[in-house]
T-cell receptor, first 114, second 115 residues
Framework: AQSVTQPDIHITVSEGASLELRCNYS??????LFWYVQSPGQGLQLLLK??????LVQGIKGFEAEFKRSQSSFNLRKPSVHWSDAAEYFC????????????FGSGTRLSIRP | GAGVSQSPSNKVTEKGKDVELRCDPI?????LYWYRQSLGQGLEFLIY????????KSGLPSDRFSAERTGGSVSTLTIQRTQQEDSAVYLC?????????????FGDGTRLSIL
């Protein structure tokens, strides 16, 4: 069965520290992978996506993610977090051609310690 | 603003009543999506509109749910005879066709509470 797992429900990091949010997937075909952010009082926003090519993708707001096929992972990283990064982050996987088959993880809530 | 607009932002209604939720996508976006987000859960796909193509309704949980998109722009999600399990945040998103079939820009959602 196809699935997306975000093992960490809630993470707290200090401002200025590095961040890595984990995402593991199970998918039968070539996966297309996404990260979304849902900030307080704001709608979900697409951070970055991976379709093919370079396995390290850059997104908005200084985020990046690395696709590792051997580990079935697509972890999100940021070298130095800012207080404004506090939000809920969702990983998603699906085919390029079908919106209905995109599966979202249950999210990781990120808190920033001053 | 130029983002996806949803109304109402909050809706409280009694079990058994019908509700209509509205979504106004970003101008020029041909793709429109509806999702449902329950507490502590990821997003659950409901329905997808793309241009003049027949909508993909495969995510609608029951025949009490329906959606339409008029003139390729505004969309309305209707839930008939609401049940308590319908309580959730309903999210609308839109995308440009040439950016793949994933949602890009979401609205703030409608928080639906069924008493």
């Amino acid at each position: 069965a196809q699935s997306v797992t975000q093992p960490d429900i809630h993470i707290t990091v200090s401002e200025g520290a590095s961040l890595e949010l984990r995402c593991n997937y199970s998918y039968g075909a070539t996966p297309y992978l996404f990260w979304y952010v849902q900030s307080p009082g704001q709608g979900l926003q697409l951070l970055l996506k991976y379709f093919s090519g370079d396995t390290l993708v850059q997104g908005i707001k200084g985020f990046e993610a690395e696709f590792k096929r051997s580990q079935s992972s697509f972890n999100l990283r940021k070298p130095s977090v800012h207080w404004s990064d506090a939000a809920e982050y969702f990983c998603a996987v699906g085919p390029y051609s079908s919106a209905s088959k995109i599966i979202f993880g249950s999210g990781t809530r990120l808190s920033i310690r001053p | 603003g130029a983002g996806v607009s949803q109304s109402p932002s909050n809706k409280v209604t009694e079990k058994g009543k019908d509700v209509e939720l509205r979504c106004d996508p970003i101008s020029g976006h041909t793709a429109l999506y509806w999702y449902r987000q329950s507490l502590g859960q990821g997003l659950e796909f409901l329905i997808y509109f793309q241009g003049n193509s027949a909508p993909d309704k495969s995510g609608l949980p029951s025949d009490r749910f329906s959606a339409e998109r008029t003139g390729g722009s505004v969309s309305t999600l209707t839930i008939q005879r609401t049940q308590q399990e319908d309580s959730a945040v309903y999210l609308c998103a839109s995308s440009q066709q040439d950016r793949g079939h994933q949602p890009q820009h979401f609205g703030d959602g409608t928080r639906l509470s069924i008493l």
